[in-house]
């Protein structure tokens, strides 16, 4: 089994995209141990991407994230990392397999429905950004 951070970000949540998003995991065996609704200031989206802090979209990519409230889960499942990797696509929706959740609603390389850890030891980091211990169901 393996732990994965979803969210569902501001253009996802706008459009009323929450309940195609969360059918996809509920059919895919991901399971939701938690989620939250949250609407995160400037520099907590700052803080949750630091590490593209050096990147030309930083400025951009973190006013989108503080631009509406977004939903973030914590995904278990086996593979759960890759799993969801596949069921979100790649960052450019453009280039990006038929049936996928980016394929199917993103309009933009940025605005692009969801975000999903891509290594266990981000999926560590984010999962703690966001939720403590008493959040998650065993
Ligand atoms: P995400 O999976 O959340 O990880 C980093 C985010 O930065 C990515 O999805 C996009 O929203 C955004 N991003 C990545 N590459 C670019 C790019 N070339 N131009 C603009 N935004 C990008």
Request: hydrophobic share 40%; net charge negative.
């Amino acid at each position: 089994m393996e732990r994965t951070l979803s969210i569902i970000k501001p253009d996802g949540v706008a459009r009323g995209l929450i309940g195609e998003v969360i059918k996809r995991f509920e059919a895919n065996n991901l399971k939701i141990v938690a989620m939250k609704m949250i609407y995160m200031t400037k520099a907590q989206a700052q803080g949750f991407y630091a590490v593209h802090k050096e990147r030309p979209f930083f400025d951009s990519l973190t006013d989108f994230m503080s631009s509406g409230p977004i939903v973030v889960l914590i995904l278990d499942g086996e593979n759960a990392i890759a799993k969801y990797r596949e069921l979100m696509g790649a960052t450019n929706y453009k280039e990006t397999a038929e049936g996928t959740i980016r394929r199917d609603f993103a309009t933009d390389i940025e605005k692009n429905i969801v975000h999903g850890s891509d290594s266990p030891e981000s999926a560590d980091f984010e999962i703690g950004y966001f939720f403590n211990s008493f959040e998650v169901i065993c």
